[in-house]
């Protein structure tokens, strides 16, 4: 996370406080998002004046077949029906496969209209957020996976994610890859405690997190969202 989203982060935790007002969460995504939803809305509870309004998982789906799932038509079910505060997002582990435009002509990953209109679907989906009245929208990194194809498709998606939630407000691109790489770019299936001792922290299909994993995200994110003093 850059410092200036740090900043941000930190004076709308003040602004909630200052208000006293409970603050909605919504945990929203693909199964990226099932552990740590459970996990992270385990933690979020245990703060005062926090609220887990959502913890929904659609599994197998994303951006790129809104064909399958209707994401934008959930979005803003989601902001009519619970109005959260914050909505943290994991998507993009499934989109690179074909998607089908306006009109019927289906593009290929790797075709630039491709890059275009996920770009497009991205953004629309962190506006109806904003404009349904989320105060910050925390988008997650894909972390680092164990295979290389899988690993530039997410480099891909990481991409557009990133220039996406820099060019809105309130928007947050959340890097993961620190927290669960023990370098740049490389996948980490076990990470070290204090006492030395090794944790898994990654599912054996060498996408997803472990309960450990997720435990360890789900700890930066609260970080993150409520910073102490």
């Known amino acids: 996370m850059k410092q200036p ?3 941000a982060a930190c004076f709308l ?9 409970t603050e909605r969460v919504a945990l929203i995504g693909d199964s990226m ?3 740590l939803a459970h996990q992270a809305g385990r ?3 245990k703060r005062p004046g926090v609220e887990v309004a959502l913890q929904f998982t659609s599994l197998g789906s994303g951006l790129a077949r809104l064909d399958a799932f209707d994401w934008m038509g959930k979005l803003e079910s989601i902001m009519a029906d619970l109005h959260p505060h914050t909505v943290i997002v994991a998507l993009g582990a499934n989109d690179r496969q074909p998607m089908i435009l306006e009109g ?7 075709d630039p209209a491709w890059e275009t209109e996920y770009a497009r679907r991205v953004g ?13 929208v925390v988008w997650l990194e894909l972390p680092d996976m164990r295979d290389e194809s899988v690993q530039k498709d997410a480099d891909f998606i990481n991409r557009v994610f990133r220039r996406e939630a820099e060019s809105r407000p309130n928007v947050f691109f959340f890097e993961t890859r620190p927290l669960l790489s023990r370098k740049s770019g490389g996948f980490t299936k076990f990470l ?5 001792r090794p944790f898994e922290i990654r599912d054996p299909d ?12 789900a700890a930066y994110l609260m970080r993150f969202l409520w910073p102490t003093p």
Do not use: N, T, Y
């Open 5 to 7: 989203a740090l900043f």
């Open 13 to 21: 935790a003040a602004a909630f406080a200052a208000a006293e007002e």
């Open 33 to 35: 998002m099932k552990l």
């Open 43 to 45: 933690e979020f509870v």
């Open 104 to 110: 019927g002509r289906i593009v290929e990953p790797g």
């Open 124 to 136: 629309m989906a962190m506006d109806i957020l904003l404009k349904g009245g989320a105060r910050r």
């Open 192 to 196: 070290m405690d204090e006492r030395g």
């Open 206 to 217: 060498g996408i997803h997190l472990s309960r450990a994993g997720a435990d360890l995200v």
